[in-house]
């Protein structure tokens, strides 16, 4: 997907928003604050709203230009979006739901497999249930798949897993992607979440005030807003289960053995773990209370507000710790030094 958008909106003095950016990629967020222009952008580009002048360019089609008279109608755009309030029809049964686009959908374009899609959503036991009987994270699936089936050239999703809890948004984002990918579907994905926005996407425009105001990486986002974060660089670690110890769980992270507290039975998780929770020794520390001795290899040092983010390399995995300047300095932790990263089993917080 190749997405220009140079326009200019004026809502009557109150706000105003102006962009001029080229993104191209497959899975491509926005982020920013409440009121930064997120949902006024995703209503231009789906022409929900009208620019007062510029030009929108989506894969080479002008979708806008008011220098050439262009608007096509929202429609024909080929744009699906799914809000956080999904608003499926509350009247009609799943397998309704999810056909309503794909009946729209011109013959010509119905390239997905309905059933393929339904099994990749997981909704094959849900097809004759009323949408009204059905929890929170099977209806925002059904949207997903209501969306995907009018086989948009782009899909938007608008804050779609903001009202969803940890479990369940890790549940979406894992089929959002599959699907995605299965069906050759971008997406622009649309958050103020951080956490979100580095699940889901691998390049981030950054908007505030009605501009965008970059263009970058989440993980370089990351690690720009940690300095200014009350929890530090969150790093997210997916991991195996391997067994029960005592109270501890014990997961598989890349070569590295982890012991948690907060573990559960099921075979794969995503951990949380806060910068600030690992403690960087230069030697060997002996007798150390914490669980998890974890020898790495410092790749790099940035500036992080007042302190120092230190990335680690463990095997083939990457970790993000903080320290403080005079740490640093006292240390001399540097590029290619070996350091020992201790973390108590309790600093893990599950998110699924
Ligand atoms: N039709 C409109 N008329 C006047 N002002 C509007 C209109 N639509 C949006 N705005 C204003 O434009 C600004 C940006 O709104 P927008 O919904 O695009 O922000 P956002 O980044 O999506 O915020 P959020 O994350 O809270 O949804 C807000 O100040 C909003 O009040």
């Not at 894969?59 to 008011?66: E, K, Q, R, T, Y």
């Not at 005592?246 to 598989?252: I, K, N, P």
Request: glycine share 10%; proline share 3%; with cysteine.
């Amino acid at each position: 997907m190749e997405l220009s958008m140079a326009v200019a909106k004026n809502f009557g003095g109150a706000f105003d928003l102006r962009t001029d950016f080229t993104v191209t990629g497959e899975q491509v967020g926005v982020f920013g604050v409440s009121g930064s222009g997120k949902s006024t952008l995703v209503g231009l580009l789906a022409g929900l709203i009208e620019p007062d002048h510029g030009e929108i360019v989506l894969d080479g089609d002008c979708l806008f230009s008011s220098g050439r008279g262009i608007n096509v109608p929202p429609q024909e755009r080929r744009v699906a979006i799914v809000f956080q309030d999904s608003c499926l029809f509350p009247h009609l049964s799943v397998e309704s739901n999810l056909l309503f686009g794909y009946r729209r959908c011109p013959t010509r374009h119905r390239q997905i497999d309905v059933k393929a899609l339904v099994s990749v959503l997981k909704l094959d036991g849900l097809l004759d249930r009323g949408v009204n009987r059905l929890s929170g994270g099977e209806k925002q699936r059904v949207a997903l798949g209501r969306a995907i089936l009018s086989n948009p050239r782009l899909l938007l999703m608008d804050e779609s897993l903001s009202a969803l809890d940890d479990a369940l948004k890790l549940q979406i984002i894992h089929y959002l992607k599959r699907a995605s990918e299965k069906f050759r579907i971008p997406y622009l994905f649309i958050s103020h979440s951080l956490l979100e926005i580095r699940l889901l996407t691998d390049q981030v425009l950054t908007m505030g005030g009605g501009r965008v105001l970059g263009q970058t990486t989440p993980e370089q986002l990351a690690r720009e807003r940690m300095g200014q974060s009350q929890v530090g660089y969150i790093n997210l670690l997916q991991v195996e289960k391997l067994r029960k110890m005592g109270g501890l769980y014990v997961y598989r992270w890349g070569m590295e053995e982890l012991f948690v507290s907060a573990g559960d039975d099921g075979p794969m998780a995503v951990f949380e773990l806060s910068s600030r929770d690992i403690i960087l020794f230069t030697r060997h520390p002996e007798a150390v209370s914490a669980r998890n001795l974890l020898k790495c290899t410092v790749m790099d040092t940035f500036p992080s507000g007042n302190k120092v983010g230190v990335e680690l390399r463990c095997g083939h995995e990457t970790l993000i710790a903080e320290v403080v300047v005079q740490a640093a300095d006292d240390l001399a932790i540097q590029a290619r030094h070996e350091v020992y990263a201790v973390i108590k089993a309790s600093s893990f917080r599950r998110l699924s």
